[in-house]
């Protein structure tokens, strides 16, 4: 951040600093005779005066207003007319024709005065007049450093300006990038803090908008990595009840004769039947966050009809009622949604009694499609409602068997597609379990 600080700091003040070199070093080489004309005080206005006094007040009027100014700037001055015919005497000094000859042909640099030359017409009478100035090289001198000193103090206290001003601009843009350079490494360190960016964010600018997506983007990347985690410390949770059944049948096995290892083994078998489910399940919450195949048409009504035929013969005494709009199709993940709908099902048959059937639906309501099942259980206690859905949790006093990922696993689904889990008690009684998805894959709602 330095480099790009000294960087940007030294490309504003070069930039500076070279237009207003150019445009002194432009205006000596181009301007400089009429900057003096226009700039001296001694001839800035000579010519109008000395027209104006000569043509009210006559010759000697005007021959004492170039005395006068001689006395004063030391500045002599002869006036020419249209057929270069002198008007008045001038203050020129009076040298020999050779003298004026040589004068005229050499150069004003091996002379010890500086020549300029401007006509002026009379408003007046029209007539056009020939002023020759011959002003001393000290004299001249001494006026450019007086009259300089101003403008070099202008450029000066400009150049200061300029260049506070460069030094704040760029802060204002290597301040905001060191912030977020640090919000990087804290990110990094996973000590990152939502509140660090907070006053860059309240920036209405770029820095403001980049703050506000890196906050959102942190938010999202701790809540990811704090779900990692605790699904990490939940897997190591469930996985040591069924290893610890195994342990302890093992070690029965070990020490029991021959009849009593046989009636061991059906246990044996359990236990590993539900170490292999739970790993199972495990890895489909995996796959559905690790999926990134494409999303293809989805037939909804062949998937839920082919779902209901699957639920009702894996558990005869339970009857599934579908009821679903014609021609239901989204852009998705089939498989998904399909284990989605199915863990829906196993969940309702877990709780359902018997009797009531079950009940499937899919509405079509805009360009959203609303999947529920419902069952005739006793439903879940309001306060459990907000952790359904969570890894491994399952509502306490629940006697059914499972895991806890059913529900986990239908959510991530619906997240994955944009859409979402709903769970509420129906108000006639027993659970509802919904998964609201839209017609096209949206962007994944944290949970």
């Not at 020129?92 to 003298?99: E, G, T, V």
């Not at 601009?169 to 905001?176: A, E, F, K, M, N």
């Not at 246990?267 to 559905?288: G, H």
Request: glycine share 6%; with cysteine.
């Amino acid at each position: 951040m330095r480099s790009l600080f000294w960087r940007i700091l030294a490309s504003f003040w070069l930039a500076i600093a070279l237009v207003a070199g150019l445009s002194i070093l432009l205006g000596h080489m181009l301007n400089q005779d009429a900057w003096i004309l226009s700039r001296h005080p001694g001839l800035n206005t000579l010519a109008e005066e000395w027209t104006q006094r000569y043509e009210t007040q006559g010759e000697e009027a005007a021959q004492d207003l170039l005395q006068q100014r001689k006395r004063q700037y030391h500045i002599d001055v002869q006036v020419l007319n249209e057929s270069g015919e002198p008007v008045v005497r001038g203050t020129f000094p009076r040298r020999s024709a050779a003298f004026e000859a040589r004068q005229n042909d050499n150069n004003d640099g091996h002379l010890p005065w500086r020549r300029l030359t401007a006509e002026y017409t009379s408003a007046k009478t029209g007539d056009t007049y020939l002023l020759i100035y011959r002003i001393p090289h000290p004299e001249l001198d001494a006026w450019h450093r007086s009259s300089l000193l101003w403008p070099l103090s202008a450029l000066a206290i400009a150049l200061v300006v300029l260049t506070l001003f460069s030094l704040l601009v760029t802060l204002s843009i290597t301040r905001p990038l060191s912030r977020l350079r640090g919000a990087v490494h804290d990110l990094g360190q996973t000590t990152y803090q939502q509140n660090s960016l907070a006053r860059l964010a309240d920036r209405r600018d770029e820095f403001g908008v980049l703050a506000t997506d890196f906050n959102r983007m942190g938010a999202r990347l701790q809540s990811l990595i704090g779900s990692q985690r605790q699904l990490l410390r939940d897997v190591s949770h469930e996985l040591r009840s069924p290893l610890a059944r195994l342990r302890i049948a093992l070690a029965l096995a070990e020490r029991a004769n021959a009849e009593e290892r046989e009636k061991l083994w059906p246990r044996l078998t359990r236990e590993c039947d539900r170490l292999e489910a739970l790993i199972s399940e495990i890895l489909v919450l995996a796959r559905v966050d690790a999926d990134n195949a494409s999303a293809e048409d989805v037939d909804l009504n062949l998937l839920l009809k082919t779902l209901q035929k699957d639920a009702q013969l894996g558990a005869p005494d339970q009857v599934v009622h579908l009821h679903a709009d014609a021609d239901l199709h989204l852009k998705g993940w089939p498989t998904m949604i399909e284990r989605a709908v199915d863990n829906l099902l196993r969940n309702a048959q877990r709780f359902n009694p018997p009797g009531p059937a079950i009940e499937l639906q899919a509405q079509r309501h805009g360009e959203r499609i609303l999947i529920s099942v419902r069952d005739h259980g006793p439903g879940v206690d309001a306060e459990h409602l907000s952790q359904l859905g969570e890894p491994f949790f399952r509502a306490p006093g629940q006697a059914a068997q499972g895991h806890g990922l059913g529900l986990a696993i239908a959510r991530r689904a619906a997240e994955r597609h944009g859409g979402s889990l709903i769970l509420a008690n129906h108000p006639d009684g027993g659970f509802v379990a919904s998964i609201d998805l839209p017609l096209e894959p949206g962007v994944v709602t944290p949970a």
